[in-house]
Nanobody, 126 residues
Framework: QVQLQESGGGLVQAGGSLRLSCAAS????????MGWFRQAPGEEREFVAA????????DWADSVKGRFTISAEKAKNTVYLQMSSLKAEDTAVYYC???????????????????WGQGTQVTVSS
């Protein structure tokens, strides 16, 4: 089963940028979709962005469109989340997730992802 490891979180000032990485070890050929989610204290986990490894198709939450970019480097089995123009409300723990094997459509639903990384903290100071 795929295992996920996030990195790249930290403290940044509002307006700044960060790039998160998610290394996917043991990824099967039919682990088609990867997603990024985030969870702020006291809030539910919410969708940020998703990508299909094979087609490169992507989707984003409205709250991050135009500011965040998701990409994948297949040779390294790594997915990235480039975050720019960060706002205080982007502060959260960011999780990488793999959608259930065999499903190739992008999804924003938490329950449709069955493998999660441990999360990385992103704090944006205003």
């Amino acid at each position: 089963q795929v295992q996920l490891q996030e990195s790249g979180g930290g403290l940044v000032q509002a307006g700044g940028s960060l790039r998160l990485s998610c290394a996917a070890s043991g990824r099967a050929y039919n682990n088609y979709v990867m997603g990024w989610f985030r969870q702020a204290p006291g809030e539910e986990r919410e969708f940020v962005a998703a990508i299909n490894w094979n087609t490169g198709r992507t989707d984003w939450a409205d709250s991050v469109k135009g500011r965040f970019t998701i990409s994948a480097e297949k040779a390294k089995n790594t997915v990235y989340l480039q975050m720019s123009s960060l706002k205080a409300e982007d502060t959260a723990v960011y999780y990488c997730a793999a959608r259930r094997q065999g499903y190739s459509t992008l999804s924003s639903r938490v329950y449709e992802y069955d493998t999660w990384g441990q999360g990385t903290q992103v704090t944006v100071s205003s």
